[in-house]
Every structure is written in structure tokens, then in C-alpha cells.
């Protein structure tokens, strides 16, 4: 079943609700290789994005969502990752601009488009321990999904689950981009905070399609 605004809606409102309870966690991740406020960061910046999803008209597509939320998120969160998530929510609206709804395809290039905006933005390839270890999975997943002719809610699963493992394979790894690059070997044992996130964002988006 192709996913229209109400599902962009309720994504980026679970995301916002998953945010909030993860909020200390991910401080805490990011306490341990960085300087302790990405959960911070997100929760500032969703909340932010919450306030504004009541706000759409009846005529909103998934892209106008996707817009909104992109422009609150990076002029709201500060941090390295408001203005790279909010690249990615661009980027993704982009890829799929004035589309009613979204069928596996739509949903493949938004999040090569997401994470290709990341990436232009930051520089970072997987293996450098950020959130693009939880992306580029991802999107590789979803395509994989898509090409076995899997539906929207299954692309989205194998997204999310491909991103936790990302998320997880961090955990091992010397970070080479952004804070936790200063720390070089004493970030091994340590899982990105920014690959936890774009996680737990990629699960909502899964979440949201079979609600
Ligand atoms: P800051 O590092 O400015 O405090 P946050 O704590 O909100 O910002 O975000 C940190 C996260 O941003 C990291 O865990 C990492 O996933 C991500 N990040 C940092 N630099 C880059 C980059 N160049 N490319 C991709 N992601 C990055
Ligand atoms: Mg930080």
C-alpha cells in the first residue's frame, strides 16, 4: 500500500515521541565520544517539529512534510547533526517533490537522496563511525527490498533493521568524522550517537507504515 502525508505524519510524530523517551540515552552516548547533547539536540529540534505538524493543510503531500520538518531541524537543533539530518529531510523531500503517496520506489530514492545529502554535506563513509553507518545500510537494504518486489511497510523494515545493525557495527570502530574523531582509539567500544539516532528515525518510519 503506497504511503501518503498521514504516514509522513505520524513518522515524524513518532520520531518526535521516540526522541523524547531515548532523549538521555543518546546524551549518554554522546557523553562517552563526544560533548553529551545529541539527545538534546533532537529532542530540541522534533519538538520543535511536532508543533508544526498540526499545522498542514488538507492538501500536503509527503514532501511538504518532509520540507517543514528539514527547516525546523536546522534552525533549531545546532550541532553537527541538525544541519546534516535537516540536509537529509531536504534532500529526501526533494526526491519525491509533489508525489500524493509513496510507493516503494518513491521510498527507495528518498532515502538515497536522504543519504546522499548527508554525505555531500559531511564527507563521511561508512566505517567512519557516524550516522551514515546507519543510512547507507540502510538504503542498500531497501533497495535490495524493493528489487524482490517486497512492499512499502517491508522496504522500510529492511531499512530500519539494516540501520540498528549499522548503528550496533559502530560500537567497535575508531570514529573519524565530527567530536568523536578527537578521541581516536578510546572511542573503540562506543556506539555513534548519531547512527543510534538516524536508527530509531528509520524504525519509526517502518513503525508508521503498518500502524
Ligand atoms: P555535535 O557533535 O556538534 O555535538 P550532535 O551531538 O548533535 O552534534 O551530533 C553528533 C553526531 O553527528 C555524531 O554522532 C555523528 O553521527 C554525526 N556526525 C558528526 N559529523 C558528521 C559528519 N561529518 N558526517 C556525518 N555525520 C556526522
Ligand atoms: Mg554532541
Redesign the pocket.
Known amino acids: 500500500m503506497a504511503l501518503g502525508t498521514d504516514w509522513a505524519l505520524d513518522w515524524l510524530s513518532r520520531t518526535a515521541a521516540t526522541i523524547a523517551v531515548q532523549r538521555s540515552h543518546l546524551n549518554t552516548l554522546?557523553r562517552e565520544i563526544?560533548?553529551g547533547?545529541?539527545g538534546e539536540?533532537l529532542d530540541r529540534g522534533f519538538t520543535a517539529v511536532l508543533t508544526e505538524l498540526a499545522s498542514f493543510d488538507d492538501d500536503a503531500v509527503p514532501s511538504d512534510v518532509l520540507k517543514r520538518t528539514a527547516m525546523k531541524l536546522i534552525s533549531t537543533v545546532g550541532?553537527?547533526?541538525g544541519p546534516?539530518l535537516g540536509t537529509a529531510y531536504l534532500k529526501g523531500a526533494a526526491a519525491i517533490v509533489d508525489l500524493p503517496e509513496l510507493d516503494g520506489a518513491a521510498l527507495v530514492a528518498m532515502l538515497t537522496a536522504a543519504r546522499d545529502g548527508?554525505v555531500l554535506r559531511?564527507?563521511?563513509m561508512v566505517g567512519d563511525a557516524?550516522?551514515?553507518d546507519a543510512w547507507t545500510p540502510a538504503v542498500d537494504a531497501a533497495a535490495r527490498a524493493l528489487a524482490e518486489g517486497q512492499s512499502e511497510a517491508e522496504i522500510l523494515d529492511a531499512a530500519a533493521t539494516a540501520a540498528e545493525e549499522g548503528a550496533l557495527a559502530t560500537e567497535p570502530i575508531v570514529a573519524r568524522?565530527?567530536?568523536?574523531s578527537y578521541l581516536g582509539e578510546r572511542a573503540i567500544g562506543h556506539r555513534?550517537?548519531?547512527?543510534q539516532s538516524s536508527a530509531l528515525l528509520l524504525r519509526e518510519a517502518a513503525n508508521a507504515a503498518i500502524a
Open positions: 554522546d563526544g560533548d547533547d545529541h539536540n550541532g553537527a547533526s546534516l548527508v559531511g564527507k563521511a557516524t550516522m551514515i568524522k565530527g567530536r568523536a555513534d550517537p548519531g547512527a
